[in-house]
């Protein structure tokens, strides 16, 4: 019996990984054929392997992903919590908070300020409910003494892409700026949101195959057509993200091999009022899956544009850091002030962004839903707080 392939360095993985991870954007209705397509592949080849690695594990997931950014106020979250309960405070954030996602113990070279923030978050709560309310009651949970929301203004660059990163130069980056993303919420109808549960549920082994949406639509109770016809218009309104293949960012595959080791946030200081000049120049880079105008606040030295790089040379990591500042130099941008904060443990998961989700989940834990008592926002506010609610700036 033939023995599939299931590593990433396998020649014919690598060149479907290098499309899957990112580069199929937005509602396809084949998306498996459009893998095929862009990595001159049989699409029966394609389906194979990647029904081969989900079962290795060597591909964590396979989904639909959403622009949650127009879905959900969201933001990224600092923690400062004691050592002692650092550990049970990410095991929380990780297995009973549904609307955080990426969790991530950080750190840096340098002793700063923002050091004693080590617990890093991303946390999306749903249209009409309370961030500050939900991060007073995750502190409380995991002992944090302070925390800090940092949502994203503008974002610059958006994508993972792994395997198509390998080898790649420092200073690597296009000829044109980084998007200008916005971040505004998007009002849906109940059609809509029955649609999007349905397209983001992670594929089970069986659903990798030729019409994957045709149970989907079954569902939710839509014929196929009327269902690619609601898939369409969601993504025409920019809240579907990519069709996405996700590896093990920093763990060994059950093949031994290690996509990532090192998982890096930039920060950078730049002038008020440069923050999307600067950002767009930062996003013209290709090592960076994330980036982002953030305001750190007087905790992280007042930084204004962040970033995300990985890679399995700590060396390397840091010469795409030292390209781009000097790309920033010679763009003519001052930067006033950078960092690096780097990832530890971490574990990645989708954040929950249904409003009847967190409706449900608020009544199990005991968090109030009631209406926003007089000078509590739903919005995210910007400060450290403690949490109690009171702003430590």
Known sequence: MEVIPTATSDPINARILAVSEDRIAGFVEEPFAAIAAAADLPENVVIERLRAMLVAGVIRRIRQTLMATNLAPGALVAWRVPAEKLDSAFSYMVKDDPFSGHVVIRSTDVETQGSVYRLWTTLKVPQGFSMTRHCDFLARQVGATAYRIMPAKNLFALGVGHVRRRGMEPGSRSEEPGRVLETNIVELSPLDWRVLT????????????????????????????????????????????????????????????????????????????????????????????????????????????????????????????????????????????????????????????????????????????APYGLGESVNPVEGVRSPAGSSLD
């Open 198 to 369: 349905a397209l983001k549920r992670e594929f089970t082994v069986d659903e990798v195959a030729r019409a994957p949406w045709r149970r989907r639509a079954a569902e939710v109770g839509l014929t196929l057509d009327e269902f690619v016809r609601a898939a369409r218009s969601l993504s025409e309104r920019e809240v579907i993200g990519r069709f996405s293949t996700f590896l093990e960012h920093v763990k060994p595959s059950a093949t031994g091999e290690r996509v990532t080791r090192y998982n890096a946030l930039f920060h950078w200081r730049v002038p008020p009022g440069q923050e999307i000049e600067a950002g767009k120049e930062v996003g013209r880079h290709h090592i960076l899956t994330h980036a982002y105008w953030r305001e750190g606040g007087p905790e992280f030295a007042n930084v204004n544009v962040m970033a995300v790089a990985h890679g399995t040379d700590k060396d390397l990591v840091l010469a795409h850091k030292a390209a781009i500042d000097a790309h920033l130099d010679e763009a003519g941008i001052p930067v006033l002030y950078t960092n690096v904060f780097w990832g530890g443990r971490s574990e990645i998961k989708p954040s929950e962004i249904s409003p009847v989700e967190y409706a449900q989940w608020a009544e199990r834990v005991g968090l109030s839903t």
